[in-house]
């Protein structure tokens, strides 16, 4: 028996259920410039942001030919309801293990910018799981794959966010 | 339309230009406020101790992430394209932190039509430390 075996284990058969299965879909609101222009302030605190991200006439001259936001804008921030917390945080809180949780990074590939008026449609899905032995005992990764794409169907951006539970 | 930075003057070990900052609440509340992200280990220093960081509230590693993004974006202008970025969160970014995004292009090729740039990126504290190793890929305009 492996090392990793030796402890409670945190992968449940809701888990397996869910890897690969889209969740429902979330609709932003319409993202308005004011929305670009504070993500960028807050962003770039204390200095200035960069022009594109908040100067209409500027943006006009650019081969973007109005104002984009940031990459890493998040269009979803601030909702009216609250979404539930995803089930594949819930479904790794078994028993003693699992408590803690830790962010541990993404890879986002980028289709076309995000504009003021653009409305981004969001699904997520469990790509991938596996438990392994860490600093902290048995550790268990998460992979969530969600897809971002704008009114027109355009391809806004794929992210692969790791999560880490022990 | 300024064109900061043509691909054909790219060469392979280039050097992003340093982006820095120094981060406390001043950024982290600001953050929190742009991304609705008030998680209480993030704004108060009791709670920091509570989720086990001796020094009290600790910064978002989505803030860190943005500071790649916009060291990337600021290197290439705004006639390019940031295509894909990626890091690992490592450490803490803890209060007076100075944090430096550091990169270096690993690779350059074409590829359907497109300039594109690999760099291997990090955010480097005062200390020296890698808190977020990861990598980027831009997309630059050719002469």
Redesign the interface.
Known sequence: MSEAHDEESMITQDLVDQKGVWGNERISPPIAESDIRKWAIATYWPEKPPAIYWDAEYALTTKHKGIIAPSDFNPFAWPIDRPPRPKVSNAARKGSKGKTGLNGGQTDTYGVSMRPGDVIKARSRLKDFNERQGRMGLMLYTFTETRWTNQDDELVRTRISTGIRY | ?TIKLYFEDINIGDELSPWS?TTGF??WN??A?????FVPFHMDDEAGRAAKNEQGAFGM???R???I??AL??WIG??A?????????RAINQKDDVLTVVGKVTEKRSENGENLVTLETNVTNQLGDAT?P?HAVVVLPGR
């Open positions: 339309m900052r001043m950024n600001r953050y406020a742009v991304n609705d992200e590693g989505n803030l992430y943005a500071y993004v916009n974006r600021d705004d006639e394209e940031i295509r894909e970025v990626g890091c690992q969160y977020c990861g």
